[in-house]
């Protein structure tokens, strides 16, 4: 493969400022960084697709601690290998010039920890995160750790491998870590969405039965579509948990993946859950602390779990999936300049399945 040569400047959504709502600034002059000076453990990739989180929302709007202005934002990248460090091509044989790579938003992580060594590096004190502490994938050019670069199997196509890499890899990570048995049944608040159009593929793909709870007549044809056993819509009926327990053998669910940033879908998901049932916490409602009844823990043996990233097992796993015709994302194509457009539909929970940036070189 012929890489094309490497220019000085490129093209990025940056945070210039943070701000509430969150806006982030189109650049076209932001240096691309010099391959000269890479790390032996980097390489430098150039950006073809990246997923849109959620949480990008949250980082431009200051609500968690960042690496100061500019800052580079995303954590769903997709691109090709096109430089080293130097010695570096030698660390790694399935990671070489030309290759097609994601790049996760833990980017990096010591490796020596007790979190790394027990498979939890996404929780290293010493991590990188893209679009967060270091410059993320919203950009043409990158640098990227070589260790936490995922290969993309063949037959997965970029746009399609970009939203697996944060949304796809958590809620993956989530059903593994929430001990579930096939034919359990699992309750997905926010399903129509970048994470839980996925969570609905994944935990179907490993045997469960799926709830899919959100609104409007688009969200519903997305969920049934894609195979969930049951649809709510939250705001036309009166009571979810009765709704739910109806559905789930008049015990309640197994487990809930709340992947939505609604505070009232943390309060139903208690209600519901059947008795040694588990709560999947994924969706970051601001400012939010959960009061959470001990006796209704006790008397329920209820598990309330957070969960906020996959490791790379976890990653290669979720994209086995997708190559093997399990789950595929259903994306918005969009452009860098769209960036603040995106936000906005999120923001209002008005966005279907996960906004995806095809970057322009």
């Known amino acids: 493969m012929v890489v094309p040569a490497i220019p000085t400047s490129q093209k990025v959504a940056a945070i210039t400022t943070f701000s509430d709502p969150p806006i982030l600034s189109v650049l076209t002059d932001y240096p691309v960084p010099d391959p000269a000076t890479l790390l032996p453990s980097q390489a430098l990739i150039r950006i073809t697709h990246s997923g849109v989180c959620h949480s990008d929302l949250h980082i431009a709007a200051g609500h968690w601690p960042a690496a100061p202005p500019p800052l580079v934002g995303g954590h769903e990248g997709v691109g090709i290998v096109v430089a080293f460090g130097p010695g570096a091509e030698l660390t790694d044989g399935s990671i070489k010039i030309g290759a097609r790579v994601g790049v996760k938003w833990l980017i990096d992580a010591c490796g020596r920890c007790e979190l790394c060594r027990r498979g939890s590096d996404p929780l290293c004190p010493f991590r990188k995160l893209s679009g967060l502490t270091v410059d993320g994938t919203f950009c043409e050019y990158m640098v990227a750790w070589i260790d936490h670069l995922i290969p993309i199997p063949d037959g997965v196509s970029s ?16 059903l593994k870590r929430a001990n579930l048995a096939v034919g359990d049944w699992v309750v997905v ?123 790379r097992q976890d990653a290669h796993e979720a994209l086995d999936l997708v190559a093997r015709g399990k789950v595929k994302s259903h994306q918005i194509p969009c452009k860098l300049e769209d960036i603040n457009t995106v936000f906005r539909e999120m923001e209002t929970g008005t966005s279907v399945g996960r906004a995806v940036i095809q970057m322009e070189h």
């Not at 746009?159 to 990570?173: K, M, R, W």
């Not at 505070?263 to 040694?276: C, F, G, N, V």
Request: charged content about 10%; aromatic content about 6%; proline content about 4%.
């Open 189 to 311: 608040p926010g399903a129509g969405g970048g994470l839980g159009h996925l969570a609905i593929q994944y935990a179907l793909a490993i045997g469960l039965r799926v709830v899919a709870i959100d609104s409007g007549a688009e969200k519903k044809s997305l969920c049934l579509a894609l195979g969930a056993d049951q649809w709510i819509d939250f705001k036309e009926t009166s009571s979810v948990p009765d709704a739910v327990i109806s559905i789930c053998d008049g015990l309640g669910a197994h487990a809930a993946l709340v992947t939505s940033p609604s505070t009232a879908s943390y309060y139903d998901a208690l209600a519901y859950l059947r008795p040694m049932g588990t709560l999947m916490a994924l969706g970051a409602p601001i400012a939010f602390t959960f009061n959470v009844s001990l006796d209704l823990l006790v008397v329920k043996g209820l598990h309330i779990v957070g969960s906020i990233l996959g490791n």
């Open 159 to 174: 746009q399609d491998a970009a939203p697996i890499l944060c949304a796809g890899l958590t809620v993956y990570s989530a």
